[in-house]
């Protein structure tokens, strides 16, 4: 059972492209108004893999955060859902997301500390 979806999970990115190749395609065929959608909606696609390596990895959640996190942020952009936000002047905050979430990766990573003087002594 765990190798069918280890298999599922190695697919999953060339399923992903395929559909979007073929939703793109329609569109230059003038079946569909799809890059509106993509446009608009694109920042999902981090959502929800952020979503899924979350529920894949629960004990490593800082990246799948800091892809839920850009997620989210680019979305509030295309959205436009608050006056106040400007994607050309807030981009920082991204940088800042990014690199407080490899402080703590790092962090959680670091093997406890031995305390001092009790290397080398045996008991």
């Known amino acids: 059972m765990h190798e069918r979806n280890d298999a599922w999970r190695n697919l999953l990115p060339g399923v992903v492209l395929i559909v979007l190749g073929g939703l793109f395609l329609a569109e230059k065929f003038s079946y569909l108004n799809f890059s509106w959608y993509f446009r608009t909606w694109w920042p999902l696609l981090l959502i929800a893999f ?10 490593r959640p800082v990246g799948a955060l800091v892809l839920i996190t850009i997620g989210v942020i680019f979305q509030v952009d295309r959205l436009d859902l608050f006056y106040w936000w400007n994607m050309h002047q807030m981009w920082p905050l991204i940088l800042i997301v990014i690199g407080l979430g490899l402080m703590i ?12 003087g009790s290397v080398g002594i045996k008991s």
Request: net charge positive.
């Open 50 to 59: 952020g979503a899924l390596q979350l529920v894949s990895r629960p004990h």
């Open 105 to 116: 990766c790092r962090f959680q990573r670091r093997p406890a500390e031995t305390p001092p």
